[in-house]
């Protein structure tokens, strides 16, 4: 059993028994996708919500929009069927103080907003989240059983 590590601004896709981890979700989303019946897995680490927002948009695991269907695409290229795929969110956390009235200041909170948005385009249901509130994650995703174990700064171990 191999981990398959997903930097910041990052996607990837794998079977079992591979393990996806990703390290420092703060704003940004843990996007976990995966299909129990094939055995397959995906996790996107994005910053950003909207690829249109910005011009420098060459990457799309840097945004939520892009890096959902493009993570979708692979799982789908490597034996996943859309149909039988479900997703948990991670992240998207309010890291510093800011007025949070300002809607540009407000990303972690705009990144689960856009994921559980194009997961909902997609007709992909949302089983389980642990998003939001002011701390760092770790997540590990188990392409075996789709399970999520998230590792935060402080505040525990939780297991989605």
Do not use: W
């Not at 397959?40 to 945004?63: D, I, T, W």
């Not at 997540?139 to 171990?157: E, Q, W, Y």
């Amino acid at each position: 059993m191999g981990e398959v590590i997903v930097g910041m601004a990052d996607f990837k896709a794998a079977k079992a028994p591979e393990i996806l981890m990703t390290i420092g979700l703060g704003s940004c989303v843990g996007i976990a996708l995966f299909d129990n019946v094939n055995k397959v897995a995906g996790l996107a680490h994005a910053m950003l919500p909207n690829s249109q927002e910005l011009r420098n948009n060459l990457n799309p695991a840097k945004f939520v929009d892009t890096a959902t269907i493009a993570l979708l695409d692979e799982m789908t290229r490597i034996g996943a069927k859309k149909h039988l795929i479900k997703a948990k969110l991670a992240g998207g956390a309010q890291m510093f103080k800011y007025d949070t009235t300002n809607e540009s200041m407000r990303i972690g909170d705009r990144n689960v907003e856009a994921a559980m948005k194009i997961l909902g385009k997609l007709y992909i249901p949302v089983i389980a989240s642990q998003t939001g509130e002011n701390f760092g994650r770790t997540v590990r995703l188990n392409a075996a059983d789709g399970a999520l174990t998230i590792k935060t700064v402080g505040r525990g171990t939780f297991a989605i």
